[in-house]
Structure formats: C-alpha cells, structure tokens
C-alpha cells in the first residue's frame, strides 16, 4: 500500500512518521508525477490558501481531482480538509470541492486559537485526543457526509465515501486510530 503525502507545504512529516510506523510505503509529493501509482493521499495541516496557489502553480490540481475520481483515497487535516470542502468561508476560497460540506476558517477565535481535547468516536472503542490549531468549523455537513466525530456538537472528523477529513491534527497526538482508520479504509476498497 503506498501513500502520498502533500509535501509542499505545513507539518507533512509527522503524517509519514506514523504512516512508517502503522506499515505503509509513503510518498512525499511535490509534483504531478509523484501521484503515479498511490493509493491514498494525505492532504496535510499548514495553510489552506498557500496550499491551493501551489497545487495549481505545481500542475498538481487537475491529476489530483482525477485520481480521486478513479478511487484514490485521501485523508485531509485541517487545512488538507478546507481543501476538501465543497463551500470555504471567511474568507470564501477556492478549494478541490470534494466533500459536500460547508467550513468556517479560523473559526474558533483568537483566544482559543490552539487547543487539545478528548472526544468520543465512532471508530474506535476509547475517546480520542484532538490537537487543534487554527482550525476550521464544519458549518454544514451534507447527507452523504457521515460524522465520526463531533466537538461542542460541531462534525471535526467526516466521511464522504474514500474521503475522510479531520478538523484536528491526529498526527500530533500519539493514538494511531485515526491514521490506522485511514489506512483500512484504502485496503478495503470502499
Ligand atoms: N488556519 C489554517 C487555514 O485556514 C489551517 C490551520 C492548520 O492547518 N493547522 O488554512
């Protein structure tokens, strides 16, 4: 099973750390050929807005929206899920319009800017911890979206078919559920 991971800009390599350690092969892509024959990708945290300039300044966009068309899975954090997201507000941004939600960037506030949390999910039997930065609210999840995990009542982990987004950072926590999550979901298929 072989992963790519966006490498362009933001916290790429403590995704590959724990893609290494769950047993993956990872890949950093930095360009459109750097795609060929993944199975998955992770679209990582950092800037949403830097991160969509480069996709489409690197020719990444177009392949990329393709390959996911064909059955690639992908797992964006935090900035990796605005890019998902079909609806981007504060400011409204360009993103690949994946998933049918609607998010809110920077929506929790300057004083709690960065937080870590603990909250129940429904793909694993104990709580998960939850790094957020920066992060982004889920306004909307459409119907076809499945909510795995809230905050507050708010969706912070979704699923729309072979794509899985997450508000938070589970790279910077030390559980592997989600990652380990992600990774079943490519070897399944579905
Ligand atoms: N605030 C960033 C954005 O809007 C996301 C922050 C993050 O990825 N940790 O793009």
Redesign the pocket.
């Known amino acids: 099973m072989k992963i790519g991971i966006l490498a362009i800009q ?2 790429f390599d403590a995704h590959r750390k724990r893609l290494e350690e769950l047993g993956a092969e990872t890949v950093l892509v930095k360009t459109a050929s750097d795609l060929v024959g993944l199975d998955g990708l992770i679209l ?8 969509m300039k480069l996709l489409e300044e690197e020719g990444l966009l177009a392949p990329l929206v393709e390959q996911v068309r064909q059955g690639m899975a992908v797992f964006g ?6 890019l998902l997201a079909r609806e981007v507000k ?1 400011p409204a941004q360009h993103s690949l319009s994946l998933v049918d939600m609607t998010v809110i ?2 929506a929790y506030g300057r004083q709690l800017d960065s937080c870590v949390t603990t909250a129940s999910t429904t793909i694993s039997d104990h709580p998960l911890e939850m790094v ?5 609210v889920i306004e909307r999840a459409g119907e076809s979206v499945e909510v795995l995990a809230r905050r507050d009542g708010d969706p912070v982990l979704v699923r729309q078919g072979r794509i899985l987004a997450a508000t938070f ?1 589970p790279e910077l926590s030390s559980d592997p559920a989600v990652h380990a999550y992600f990774l079943k979901m490519v070897r399944n298929g579905h």
């Open positions: 933001g916290d990582p945290g950092g800037e949403s807005t830097t991160h954090t935090c900035a990796g899920a605005i504060n960037r920077n957020f930065i920066r992060a982004p950072h």
